[in-house]
């Protein structure tokens, strides 16, 4: 078999990997815009926060310790203890639903019947005042987060496509679990959108929650649900990309890597994020090996985008979008 | 340590006012944003040292030194604005701490007659001080730290790079683009083979950078990277099981925080300094009773010997070096701007000053002239030990490849100033 092609399909799996780590942050953005409207531009910050939160609570940080310090005149640093990461997780979890039900209280609840607009400046605020939470309460230093994800090469597949090609493929572990964990995610939440109550009310409220309304559906708590899922589905994002690079606050730019598979797959499917993101993930990792040398390398930021705008041209509302066609 | 942000600390001291003897040193610090955790000790550094001197010793030469701090965030505009805002309180000097914010402010700070100091960043031909007359960039610029790892490798090699592979990895914008030049030329010189593998902002995805590396194996691989980009390069690296005595990073890149995320797996990692690491300095010790125990720190006294607060503790100490030299010059405790630049340009930094400072073998003997602001383009190779979760320099401080970047250097300031229509100074 020729060596290019080896490689490529190399970088193909790659692609499909990393696609679905970007995919795990769009699913955040489609959560909310699906069942609210708003765009939630806060949603890479959500990421961050909660993984800065997790590794506050594993490690037994004091939140606010810097400001308690500097305030009394005390020198409290930690706890002392190490919480599992499990049990971490499960706290965190904890947060994400109390941040989840502030945000509702203080901010969206005042903008019922606003414009799409008003919504997403609202997140921009959202999105700057949890970032500025989040340094005072855990610290801005650089933090290695370790649940007990694998990392490296797995050699299972090193050695077999080594006896197959005589070149061993290179699949890091991480990616693995983050596709396997991925595929879990989505599932539920199809599970939980199709059959259950919650979800088929979260549905009704996406369709029309005037009517939602009207039948007895409670728009707060409805809200209050998809932001908590929302947050979890940001603490899994978190966790995958904080355990790549530590947990510090250009984790919030992952955001960026979302934005292409969201207007490829669509702002409402849930399915489109996937299959969004491993069409982007495939993609940008195929055509910066192809095409990469040839222009100076550096083309995936760009040709992600590329890509998505040509699929906008032909499905303006994404591949599984849903049409929106408005009477005059 | 978050109490103590860049806009308190501004308002505070616009509020108060300099007094008009106090020295100025402004920080444009970023405490804040994606860059924050490698700002945030460097402004300690940079701030501590001189509480340290107002402190301990009176100021400088009995002045106080007065450290306003303004917030860039590493945003270029933020960092005019910052000047604009500080300039008039009496600087001395600035360092901006960004390669964008420099090439804003060499206009700007030569018309206002202020010195500015980019150590180790910002233009690299600024080292040629007939045509950047107060862009000052010693001890290291960007081209001395290629020189350097090259020179390392070569070492590393037995002396002969011939038929070697070394890739640069870079950041895909002006600072991960400097060392090229230098490295095609040093690739000519040695005959090895050369190639750049850009890495677009932020870096949190590498794999398709990581893929290439593996199927081309080079021998050794230079790394210009700044923020995220560093932890997830040096994670990949170890994921690859690239081997990391053959991985070095530019001083950008080559700190604990770079490192500590990738654990073991970061263990042998090298960078280029032009500066030592490690606490064991006198000048800590004061640091800690003066400073940090009196409560004066600029942070929470938790930085205090990491890299990156040894820079800020370096620059610091090169801005109150050359701050004491030009008092000396012109008998007067209260200098100005001008003086300040005319000391730097005559800056002359021994091993006896450094031990009189608290800081021996700190960082290289050099001095500065009217053409070369740049100094001797010494600096030295680190490499961390994940097991005692602490850097130390392997070698000792040493000249760069003078006649491969000698020529860039002329040439690139040359062109500047054709385009400039600037006149060559020190005739």
């Known amino acids: 078999m020729p060596e290019q092609l080896i490689f490529g399909m190399e970088v193909f799996l790659n692609g499909l990997m990393a696609g679905v780590l970007y995919a795990l942050v769009a699913l955040g953005f489609v959560l909310i815009y699906k069942a609210s409207g708003i765009f939630n531009y806060a949603q890479g910050v959500m990421a961050l926060f909660s993984a ?33 990461a499990f049990a971490a997780i499960l706290l965190t979890m904890g947060v994400m639903i109390l941040l989840a039900v502030i945000v509702q209280k203080c901010v969206f609840r005042h903008l019922v019947g606003q414009e799409p607009i008003i919504l997403f400046m609202a997140t921009i605020g959202l999105a700057y005042f ?55 995610l989505v599932t539920a939440l199809v599970i939980f959108a199709q059959y259950t109550k919650q979800g088929r009310a979260m549905r009704a409220v996406a369709d029309d929650h005037q009517a939602a309304l009207s039948v007895g559906i409670s728009l707060n708590f409805v809200w209050v649900m998809v932001w908590s899922v929302a947050g979890f589905v940001a603490l899994v994002a978190g966790i995958m990309w904080g355990t790549k690079s530590g947990v510090q606050f250009s984790l919030s730019l992952i955001a960026l890597k979302a934005l292409p598979v969201l207007m490829l797959g669509g702002f409402t499917s849930i399915p489109g994020a996937i299959v969004g993101g491993l069409i982007i993930g495939v993609g940008e990792k195929l055509f910066e090996f192809a095409i990469g040398p040839m222009v100076g390398g550096a083309t995936e930021n760009w040709f992600a985008y590329v890509l998505a705008l040509i699929f906008l041209v032909f499905r303006p509302q994404g591949l599984f979008g849903e049409k929106i066609i408005e009477r005059v | ?48 040292y001189f509480t340290l001197l107002n402190e301990r010793d009176g100021g400088i030469g009995g002045e106080i030194a007065q450290v306003p701090e303004c917030e860039t965030a590493y945003n270029t505009e933020k960092g005019v604005e910052c000047y604009e805002a500080t300039k008039d309180a009496g600087a001395l000097i600035y360092q901006p701490l960004s390669t964008g914010i420099t090439y804003q402010l060499i206009p700007k700070v030569t018309a206002d007659d202020i010195p500015m100091h980019t150590m180790g960043y910002g233009r690299t031909s ?5 045509v950047f007359s107060h862009v000052f960039n010693y001890p290291a610029n960007y081209w001395d ?155 929470a006294g938790d930085q205090v010997g990491s890299v990156l607060y040894n820079r800020g503790v370096y620059a610091a100490f ?43 073998n700190f960082g290289p003997e050099f001095s500065v002239s009217c053409a070369n602001h740049g100094g001797d383009g010494m600096s030295a190779i680190a490499q961390w030990d994940a097991s005692a ?31 400039n229509k600037i006149e060559m100074g020190c005739n």
């Open chain 1, 52 to 84: 800065l939160t997790l590794v506050g609570i594993m490690e037994g940080q004091v939140p606010f310790g810097h400001l308690i310090n500097a305030i009394f005149g005390t020198e409290i640093h930690g706890f002392g203890w190490h919480v599992p």
């Open chain 1, 130 to 184: 949890l970032e500025g939470v989040g340094d005072i309460m855990w610290g801005s230093e650089i933090k290695k987060l370790d649940v007990g994800l694998p990392q490296g090469i797995n050699t299972l597949i090193d050695e077999t496509t080594f006896g197959w090609f005589g070149y061993g493929f290179f699949i890091d572990n991480l990616d693995i679990v983050a596709t396997v964990i991925a595929a879990l």
């Open chain 2, 1 to 48: 340590m978050k109490l103590k942000l860049a806009t308190l600390a501004l308002g505070a001291t616009m509020a108060a006012g300099p007094v008009m003897a106090d020295l100025v040193f402004p920080s444009l610090s970023y405490r804040t944003g994606p860059f924050a955790a490698g700002g945030i000790p460097f402004a300690d550094g940079y701030a501590d």
């Open chain 2, 126 to 130: 600024a080292k040629n001080g007939k």
């Open chain 2, 145 to 299: 730290g290629a020189s350097a790892g090259v020179n390392h490798f070569l070492e590393q090699s037995g002396g002969s790079l011939e038929g070697k592979k070394i890739t640069l990895l870079h950041f895909n914008g002006a600072y991960g683009r400097e060392p090229i030049p230098t490295l095609e030329a040093l690739a000519e010189k040695h005959g090895f083979d050369f190639n750049a593998i850009p890495i677009d902002y932020p870096g949190q995805e590498q794999k398709s950078q990581w893929l290439q590396i593996r199927r081309e194996k080079p021998d050794y691989i230079l790394f210009w990277g700044w923020g995220v980009m560093n932890q997830v390069a040096i994670q990949e690296a170890a994921n690859i099981r690239y081997d990391m005595n053959n991985f070095m990073g530019i001083w950008w890149s080559g700190s604990e925080n770079d490192v500590k995320p990738a654990g073991d797996g970061a263990n042998g990692y090298k960078s280029v300094q032009f500066h030592n690491v490690g606490s064991d300095f006198p000048v800590f010790d004061d640091i800690q009773k003066y400073v940090v125990d009196a409560g004066k720190a600029a942070g």
């Open chain 2, 318 to 360: 090169l801005a109150a070096e050359a701050a004491k030299q030009a008092q000396d010059a012109n008998g007067t405790s209260a200098i100005d701007a001008s003086m300040m630049r005319d000391a730097m340009e005559n800056l002359s930094i021994t091993a006896d000053i450094m031990t009189a400072a608290g800081l021996p």
């Open chain 2, 389 to 419: 979760q602490s850097w130390s320099l392997i070698s000792d401080f040493a000249t760069s490849d003078a006649s491969v970047i000698t020529p860039l250097i002329d040439a690139d300031s040359a062109a500047y100033a054709a385009e």
